[in-house]
């Protein structure tokens, strides 16, 4: 259950954040506007409260159950950290790419597409993975509403145990495997992306 929160969040923080990056460096003033906002309001609200407003408030009007609304509430709150992620990898790309795409007749679209993105995603990717890890940390925040991911699970054996001491250590445990796995995953994107000139140093 922790597995799959974090999963399908992640991927809609990426689709969501990806969205609202590109709103923020548009030409268009209204999407700056509003790509800022949702990036300011998202990050200033502590996840726990907006699982708590998914869940309670949409979650009631819409029907959701808890673990859409877990997935939901996770998502979109990291979905404001990876659109600064994203918006911030693209910037990075000199400007002079835009005027050779230009140059050769390419559309703002199909230069962001085919040139811009795939120099930027070099870049996004190494910060990127860093925030998946911090999502799964964070789906524990989701056991709040009585999804069984593994913060519930060792809450429940410990209820029906009272091995408490023993059971927060396996639960500590279990989140530092796979956090050291997924850190190691880390630093091999980091050597695998690393670009010259970007503050990480091209190892191979």
Not at 60 to 69: G, H, P
Not at 145 to 165: H, K, N, P
Not at 168 to 188: D, E, I, N, P, S
Request: overall charge positive.
């Amino acid at each position: 259950m922790t597995i799959a929160i974090t999963v399908l969040s992640y991927l809609l923080a990426l689709l969501l954040g990806l969205g609202v990056g590109l709103m923020q460096i548009s030409n268009r003033r209204l999407l700056v506007m509003f790509g800022k906002g949702y990036v300011d309001v998202l990050r200033g609200v502590p996840l726990l409260v907006q699982i708590f407003f998914i869940y309670f408030g949409l979650g009631r009007i819409f029907n959701l159950d808890r673990f859409s609304a877990g997935v939901i509430a996770v998502g979109i709150c990291y979905s404001a950290y990876m659109a600064e992620i994203i918006r911030a990898g693209i910037e990075s790309v000199a400007h002079g790419q835009h005027e050779a795409a230009a140059s050769l007749g390419m559309t703002p679209a199909q230069t962001m597409r085919h040139v811009i993105l795939p120099q930027a995603t070099r870049i996004i990717v190494p910060p990127s993975a860093s925030e998946f890890i911090a999502c799964l940390k964070d789906s524990s925040l989701v056991s709040i509403i009585g999804l069984r991911e593994l913060t519930r699970a060792g809450r429940e054996y410990y209820s029906q145990y009272f091995v408490d001491f023993q059971t927060w250590l396996l639960v500590g445990v279990v989140y530092l495997a796979m956090t050291l796995l997924l850190t190691r995953f880390t630093r091999y994107l980091e050597k695998r992306f690393a670009v010259r000139g970007y503050g990480t140093g091209l190892r191979r």
